[in-house]
T-cell receptor, first 114, second 112 residues
Framework: EAQVTQNPRYLITVTGKKLTVTCSQN?????MSWYRQDPGLGLRQIYY???????DKGDVPEGYKVSRKEKRNFPLILESPSPNQTSLYFC?????????????FGDGTRLSIL | SQQGEEDPQALSIQEGENATMNCSYK?????LQWYRQNSGRGLVHLIL?????REKHSGRLRVTLDTSKKSSSLLITASRAADTASYFC????????????FGKGITLSVRP
């Protein structure tokens, strides 16, 4: 089954404790991206990757890091999480660039930073 | 960046009725997409309509695109309680980043 898998689905942690949210897709997609969704602000892109070893900033990259060492995986790293990063996070992928391709989304990761 | 704006923000209808949701955008696009999000879940792609298409159907969904008015509509016919969700339109970003820009969404409630 074609899917985008995120882990964990829920996480409560404390300020400053490094965490990684994993994202994996099994569709051999080139394009992957991370979004955060906040009430009243909609979906905002954090980082994206056009292919292996090619990543770039989205609209709200501050406080986040990503890597794309393999085509299927695109982890999101919060080196020193802060409460303003409490949010619902989504990973998405598409065959090529997102602008004219359907995006496949994971089920989301709800992060609470205390 | 351009962004689709959905209208209305919230819509409540009775099961069996049709639901019409609108999206307006600011600059020329080559396609527009609609997504659905069930509560607490990821977005699911519904339809992509290209700028040279005026209408597209998928099951009970009908999407129109009027490039002269820079607007699109999503019609769900014979709605069901399971259609209760948030619906988003998404437009391509015109800059170097090959990404989609999402609107803030429409919350649709279908009463049984």
């Amino acid at each position: 089954e074609a899917q985008v898998t995120q882990n964990p689905r829920y996480l409560i942690t404390v300020t400053g404790k490094k965490l990684t949210v994993t994202c994996s897709q099994n569709m051999n997609h080139e394009y992957m991206s991370w979004y955060r969704q906040d009430p009243g602000l909609g979906l905002r892109q954090i980082y994206y990757s056009m292919n292996v070893e090619v990543t770039d900033k989205g609209d709200v990259p501050e406080g986040y890091k990503v890597s794309r060492k393999e085509k299927r995986n695109f982890p999101l790293i919060l080196e020193s999480p802060s409460p303003n990063q409490t949010s619902l996070y989504f990973c998405a992928s598409s065959r090529q660039g997102a602008s004219n391709q359907p995006q496949h989304f994971g089920d989301g990761t709800r992060l609470s930073i205390l | 960046s351009q962004q689709g704006e959905e209208d209305p923000q919230a819509l409540s209808i009775q099961e069996g009725e049709n639901a019409t949701m609108n999206c307006s955008y600011k600059t020329s696009i080559n396609n527009l997409q609609w997504y659905r999000q069930n509560s607490g879940r990821g977005l699911v792609h519904l339809i992509l309509i290209r700028s040279n298409e005026r209408e597209k159907h998928s099951g009970r969904l009908r999407v129109t695109l009027d490039t002269s008015k820079k607007s699109s509509s999503l019609l769900i016919t014979a709605s069901r309680a399971a259609d209760t969700a948030s619906y988003f339109c998404a437009t391509p970003f015109t800059g170097a980043n090959s990404k989609l820009t999402f609107g803030k969404g429409i919350t649709l409630s279908v009463r049984p």
